[in-house]
């Protein structure tokens, strides 16, 4: 487990690439405590049978030590609570490689079948943070005994499961797409206690939209505008308005917001169980759009800075997608935790200008010179460093 962890910390691109340095590199036994470094096969079938929800203490144990040094107070957003940003994603896909745990997906026209993987991923995520924390994500797959797809809809009901199985008391407010914004789901996150900002579209929520319509033409509506930086911020909210026609009691608070730049008009919308005031909406407005950062700052970034994310490390027959998932995301947490808490990790990567060349420099002087912590190597890259001897063949 740890070797492949050391895969994703390191950025190697593929097993192969972490192989050919394995026979040779004491830094791997030194500084991940790894006693016997297995072959890229050995480490698939062993991995195989692991069950990925083993890895999940892993996450909390990161998770707490930001709490324990109030690293992670500083992204508190509003009433005490936490944006918590949710959304699914895809990691594999392929017409030939599958396993029972494949998602299938049969093409209507050719007949072809395409099998693939997804996750849901979790994230504490802040407006004016660029880093992110995410939590064990959910895989959606088949599950045991099941021959019908796995979807989003049923992943999130377990990831918010074990989000309070987890952290039961950690005041969250959880921001979504406008997928998520139906009764069912919003019981769900009243029952464990969850605040949340979930995205509407007039085309799936036809019935709000009119009730919100007619309110306005009432004057049971609020509207309210607000000018900064050349930016016109135009409200309109109501509370206490019914979701849709079925669900009459489930009752909701709606947001409506333009963003009016020159010559350009943004518009979006949200439901939340905040009660909305003129002081609040802003916030609110703010809080619903920092759902894309879980896109932006977390699928992003480990598809295009250096983790690798859609490549395949190998699949298996149980658990391996799923297993080198989870570790790679760990290992982002690792990162992410250091950006946000260690002052030599952030000087390093200011120095390096992103986070490419930083695993690049990172990773050649892993497998160049002998180090005793990784804090050397941040040092070294920080402040500059002299080989002392260079041999170039036997005495």
Known sequence: MMSAFAIFSLKDSSLLEFDEHTATDENLKRLYEIKTVPCDTQMRTILDEVDP?????????????????????????????????????GYFVSTQVHCPSCLEKKSSKTGEIRYAHQLLGGA???????EVVPFAPEAIIKQDGETK????????KRF?????QDHPHLPLIIIEDGLSSNAPHISELRKHGLHFILGVKEGDHKFLFEYVDKACQAGQTTEFECESKGVLHRFRFINQVPLNESNPDELINFVEYWEIKPGKTQHFSWVTDFTVTTANVFKIMRGGRARWKIENETFNTLKNQGYHFEHNFGHGNK??????????????????????????????????????????HMRALFYSFEFTCMEDIFRALLYGFR?????????
Not at 55 to 78: N, S
Not at 149 to 156: G, L, Q, T, V, Y
């Open 124 to 130: 504490i995520v802040h407006p004016d943070f660029a």
């Open 319 to 360: 658990n391996l997608s799923v297993v080198f998932a989870s570790l790679m995301m760990l290992a982002f947490l690792v990162d992410q935790a250091q950006q946000l808490a260690c002052n030599l990790f952030q000087a390093v990567l200011k120095k390096e200008g992103s986070r490419i060349r930083l695993w690049e």
């Open 160 to 164: 918010l499961e074990k989000l309070r």
């Open 53 to 89: 929800e083993g890895i999940r203490p892993c996450y909390k144990d990161v998770f707490r030590e930001l709490q324990r040094g109030k690293v992670i107070e500083k992204m508190v957003f509003m009433e005490g609570s936490y944006l918590l940003s949710l959304d699914g994603t």
């Open 387 to 395: 080989a002392q001897m260079v041999i170039l063949g036997p005495p």
């Open 149 to 156: 797809n796995d979807c989003e809809r049923n992943a999130a």
